[in-house]
Each structure stands twice: as C-alpha cells, then as structure tokens.
C-alpha cells in the first residue's frame, strides 16, 4: 500500500521540514522572475506554488524530483504566445492557462498510452543545445532589467538585442548598481556558502535598500502591487483557433519537460536506491499542468536546480513541496505587500545566475572531447533556437535526432561469424563453401538494401577460389521487419537461387518467427538451424526448432 508521503518517518520529519524551509526560501524570488520571463505578473508564479505542487506531491512516484515553472520552460512561453498575444493581457494569460491544460492533456496521454519513449528522441546534444538557446534568451532579458532597459516580454532575441545596443544611453546606473551587488552577493556567496538561500537574501536587501533611498524615484523599477489572496479556480476560455495555435508550443513544453523529468528522476532514484514508475510520473505531470491550469499559473517542469538543492540539503520525501506550498499560501495571504518594493535589476541579478548552469558550457566543451559531430548538432539546436524561434528549435532538434537515428540505422554492424561463433570483420567464409552472416539491427527500410548488398558481397569470390554454396543469416538480433525490408530480402532470396546458394538461418528468435514468417522473410520450408556451429556442421539438415515451427 503507498503511503501519502513515501520515505517519511519520525526520524527525518525535522530535516525535511527544514529543507521545506529552504525550499520556499529559493522558489519564492525565482517563480517572480519566471512569471515575468514568460509575460506573466508575479502571482502566476506563486500560484505554481500551491495547487500544482500539492497534486504533484501527492501523485508523483519520485520522492526528490522538484517540479515548478522552470527557466526553459518561461522562455517557451514567452516566445511562442508573444506573436499571438500581447503580454500582459487578459488574453495572454488566458492562452499560457491553455497551454498549461493541453501540456497536462498531452503527459496524461503518454501515460495512458506509455509514451513515455517519445521523450527519447531528443537526445543529450539536443537538449543541451535547445536549453542553452533559451537560457541565452534568458540572459539578454536579464541583462537588460540589470541595466534599466525596458525590452518587450516575446520579443525575439535580435530585437532585443538591438534594442539593449540602441538603448544604451537610458542605462540607469542605480538599477546597474543594485544588479552588481546582486551578482556579487549570489556568485560569492554559493561558493563560500552554498546552503544560505542567497537569492531570497538578495531580495529582502535590495528591497530595503530600494525604500530607505527612495531609489525608485532615481528610475529603478520594481515589482509593483500583488494582490493578496490564494489562487482561485479558473478556466480558460478560447476560441478555438486560439486552442490549435497553442499546440505546437504544447507538444515541445510537453516533449521537452517528459525528457528532462524523467531522467531526473531516474537518476536520483538510482542514486538513492528506490524505484520510480515513469508512466506514474507523467501521469503527475498531466494534474498538476491541468492544475496550473485551473489555479492561474502556467507550464510546470521539472527542477534540475531546486532537486538538487533538496537532495544536498538531505531530503529523500516530496514532504519539503507540501511544506512549499503551505509557505506560499500563507505568504499570499499576510505577505504581499512585502514584493511591491522588490527592484526588477535584483530580480534579473537572481534569475540570470540562475540560468548560467543551463548555457551548457562544460556540457559543449564535454561534447567537442568526446563526439564533435554531437558538438555541431548541439551548436545547431542552439542557433536556430536563438535565432529563429523556440519552437523552429524543438522542431529542428527532433529532425536532427531522426536524421541522426536513420543514419545509424542504415549503416548496423554487419559480420561474417567465424567457426567460434564470433564475428569476423574480414569479407570470408565461416567454413568451406559457407558464410555466415549475421547483421545487428532489425531489418527495415532504412537498411534493408545495405544488408542485401553486404550479402551479396559475402558469397561473391574472386575468380579462382571456391564458390559459396550456403549463405546461413544468424537472427538473432533480427528482431522486426517492415515490408521495404522484406521486398529488399525477397530480392536477395532471388539472386541467391539464381546462383546455386542455398539459403538458411540460425538463432531465429521464436517472438520474432511469426512475423519474419507473415513477410516471407522466413519460409516454411527454409532450414532452421539453433546454432551457428550446428549451421557449419551441416547447414543442409532440418533441426527440431524447424520441426515445431511446421507443425504450429
């Protein structure tokens, strides 16, 4: 039976109440900043905190996993409704809510149906180069808060970019002050102290210093009144059109977020040694997002940053969400007018360290060491994301990671297997007048016309030695088979009888025999043979693997 909050005990209620504590001490000042990197006010931020938390908390498998609107996640947002909407309008935060129930629609399906796979397909290069495009967006907008530059929320990242070069002359130096001694605060202190939650420290001190100087009145912005209160439930009502414009963003939110949480979440899993159920997860996923959605929030992702916080502070239970999303609560209901104050140069200071990590750049140099045709995938990803949009990236990284995938797939490994049953590079026979060969992948239309031309050029010997009487193709790793394949072997099975070879298998996998069979892969009279050596011993004689498949 699952308990509510799984790993909690007596004995380590007080250390994960207190990470609780530094949970809501980090979230607070980061979910102001994504709100506003997404065209959002402050409270769709906080209100992420609550509701959304809770359901996730209760529902997910992972007992470490922090999920929360994320960097990567607002800059989404932002890019793909700023062209369809004007940011803080009724109607952009009735499109992000949308987006935030069809993102919850979409992980809900993947679990129903265990798409969880899919998540896949974007790969570690990909990913990096998408997220590091977004954390760069991320950095000019921040940078342009830090200097007093107003830029507009969607905007794309060459407009801003000209425009923070254009706008130069408005810098406002008490805003570029209070944003160095942010920086100075956050980068010094996580080195000297990295378990003092600096960005809240940062905030309380730019926002009395903001106060007791009347900065404001020197041109430093800042936050602006919040209405008090909890979240209240809503629903998103949109014209249709407006439904199907969001779904492009919703799918790469969705595809984006399923690959990033769940590797997470396998990976501390692992670390800490209990089991998660992925399609569990993505099933908390689909609530909470319909829950953001529902409470006036936006797309809730997985938090690389805050669960590795929690996972240093010593938190092993979901107990530190629950004590989040009471501390948020309260905080709406007495605190609010505490953030009107707040400077938006201390804000752009705390998210700009904040998305340092996800530039990618040991992540790059790791890639140039190891594979740098991955280097220039991700570099790719990494420019169109910046250049053309967010969803162009997600577009071209799951291009890339096909072409990618099909490449691989049309070239699999393909032997010749020596006497010992191992495979032998050299163009050979296995035995005298027979070959063995055996090929790595299953067999289909990326590679069927490779595999027959390497047949082919297995049995063909030069003039003056023994021709090949027997071509015996080892099935073990043959697991499927498509019709291009097919007709790509039926053309093979053809120029072999034509020749005088005889044709045969070994190590055909029973799972797989009914399907090679249903092709015309596998014939009902061709000769099946359990083993490689039994095919070299005598490829020709019938075996009792061959005998129960005729009579099936």
């Known amino acids: 039976m699952r308990t509510i909050i799984p790993g909690l005990t007596r004995h380590n209620a007080g250390r994960e109440l207190l990470a609780g504590v530094t949970l809501l001490a980090i979230a607070i000042p980061l979910n102001i900043g994504y709100a506003q990197i997404a065209g959002l006010p402050a409270t769709a931020g906080l209100y992420a905190l609550i509701v959304p938390t809770v359901v996730w908390a209760l529902v997910t498998s992972s007992r470490q996993l922090v999920v929360s609107p994320d960097a990567a996640a607002a800059a989404l947002v932002a890019s793909s409704l700023g062209g369809i909407a004007v940011a803080g309008s009724a109607h952009y935060a009735a499109m992000a809510l949308a987006q935030a129930v069809l993102c919850g629609v979409l992980f809900l399906l ?19 180069g998408f997220v590091s495009g977004l954390a760069l967006d991320i950095l000019l907008s921040q940078v342009a808060k830090m200097l007093g530059i107003s830029v507009e929320s969607g905007a794309e990242f060459g407009a801003k970019l000209v425009r923070i070069a254009t706008g130069l002359a408005e810098t406002n130096l008490p805003s570029v002050l209070i944003a160095a001694a942010g920086l100075l605060v956050l980068i010094a202190g996580k ?15 730019a926002t009395v210093l903001v106060v007791a100087t ?49 590797l997470v979440a396998r990976s501390y899993a692992e670390k800490r040694g209990y089991a998660t159920r992925p399609n569990r997860d993505l099933l908390a996923l689909g609530v909470a997002n319909i829950a953001a959605g529902a409470s006036g ?51 752009g200071a705390i998210v700009a360290v904040a998305v340092l990590p996800l530039l990618g750049v040991t992540e790059f140099r790791g890639l140039w060491r190891t594979s740098k045709s991955e280097f220039w995938i ?24 096909l072409v990618n995938l099909a490449r691989r797939a049309a070239s699999p490994a393909i032997d010749v297997i020596a006497p010992g049953d191992e495979p032998d590079g050299a163009p050979r026979v296995s035995a005298p007048n027979t070959v063995v060969l055996r090929m790595a992948a299953p067999l289909f239309f990326a590679n069927g016309s490779v595999f027959v031309a390497a047949a082919k050029a297995a049995v063909t010997r030069p003039a003056g030695e023994a021709a090949v009487r027997s071509l015996v193709i080892d099935m073990e790793a043959i697991t499927d088979v498509d019709v291009t394949g097919a007709e790509a072997f039926a053309g093979l099975r053809q120029w072999l009888s034509e020749r005088e070879i005889a044709l045969s298998f070994s190590r055909v996998r029973s799972d797989a025999l009914p399907r090679l069979r249903h092709f015309g892969v596998v014939m009902p009279d061709d000769t099946l043979h359990p083993t490689n050596r039994a095919a070299l011993g005598d490829p020709a004689s019938p075996n009792p693997l061959e005998s129960r498949d005729r009579t099936c």
């Open 214 to 262: 009347g900065a404001e009145a020197h041109g430093v912005r800042v936050l602006g009144a919040i209405p008090g209160g909890p979240p209240v439930l809503t629903w998103p009502v949109l014209a249709w059109h407006d439904w199907l414009a969001i779904v492009p963003s919703a799918i790469a939110l969705t595809l984006v977020t399923s690959a990033e949480g769940l």
């Open 110 to 128: 993947m679990s129903v149906f265990k798409l969880g796979f899919l998540a896949n397909f974007l790969s570690k290069p990909i990913l990096i």
């Open 378 to 401: 991700g570099i790719v990803c990494l420019l169109v994301t910046v250049f053309v949009g967010a969803i162009a990236g997600i577009l071209v990284a799951f291009v890339l990671a």
């Open 191 to 205: 080195k000297l102290a990295p378990m003092i939650p600096w960005a809240l420290a940062v905030m309380v001190l």
């Open 297 to 347: 929030s936006f797309v809730q992702g997985a938090s690389t940053s805050r669960t590795a916080a929690m996972d240093a502070a010593g938190s092993r239970t979901q107990l530190p969400s629950l004590v989040l999303a009471a501390g948020t609560l309260g905080f709406l209901l007495f605190g609010t007018s505490l953030l009107a104050s707040i400077p938006s140069p201390a804000i």
